[in-house]
């Protein structure tokens, strides 16, 4: 079966840090990976998406940036971290087709 | 553009039947999903609806009518676990593989 891990769970930055956060999926072969980002009380932003290796497709043009070094490895970063870069970070996976998209269970990121 | 709308909140009594609603207005159509989410936790799959009609999961149920751009997903015997919030999301065959998500309705299961 296939799982999905994000890490780390939860991290406390301050403005102007740099960020990666990962997301690996193990049991499935060239999956579809997306990041998103959810504010307080607020709806799912999809920030990147890839779908294959070195190909990513940016939402949103601003301070974060994502890579795809591995097949089933995709990672956040930025070089400088703002205060509206704090938010719940959900790294999720499908398969061409239906495209039904499975979650990890997320970062809780808060910058001060 | 490209829209979906669900209710914020709504509210219901443990043992009761609830029905949230999701209409939608996309360029395109190639399935719509349902997700429920926990407080603090991450989306899980719910449902998958493509063709017009009923889908029937157990306790929860998913409807589609394409012709009116509507779903609605109904939970049966509620239980408290079933607080959360409910995501309506549309495949838009033209947006590649991205899902347009709606807002998410907050639901309350009262005792």
């Given at each position: 079966s296939q799982t999905i891990h994000q890490w780390p769970a939860t991290l406390v930055q301050p403005v102007g840090s740099p960020l990666s956060l990962e997301c690996t999926v193990e049991g499935t072969s060239n999956p579809n990976l997306y990041w998103y980002r959810q504010a307080a009380g607020r709806g799912l932003q999809l920030l990147f998406y890839s779908v294959g290796i070195g190909q990513i497709s940016s939402e949103v043009p601003q301070n974060l940036s994502a890579s795809?070094?591995?097949?089933r490895q995709f990672i956040l970063s930025s070089k400088k971290l703002l205060l509206s870069d704090s938010g719940f970070y959900l790294c999720a996976w499908s398969i061409g087709g239906r495209e039904t998209q499975y979650f990890g269970p997320g970062t809780r990121l808060l910058v001060l | 553009g490209q829209n979906i709308d669900q209710p914020t909140e709504m509210t219901a009594t443990e043992g009761a039947i609830v029905q949230i609603n999701c209409t939608y207005q996309t360029s395109g159509f190639n399935g719509l999903f349902w997700y429920q989410q926990h407080a603090g936790e991450a989306p899980t799959f719910l449902s998958y609806n493509v063709l017009d009609g009923l889908e029937e999961k157990g306790r929860f149920s998913s409807f589609l009518s394409r012709s009116k751009g509507y779903s609605y997903l109904l939970l049966k015997e509620l239980q408290m676990k079933d607080s959360a919030s409910y995501l309506c999301a549309v495949h838009n065959a033209g947006n590649n593989r991205k899902l347009i998500w709606g807002l998410g309705t907050s639901l309350a299961v009262n005792p």
């Open positions: 795809r070094p591995q097949d | -």
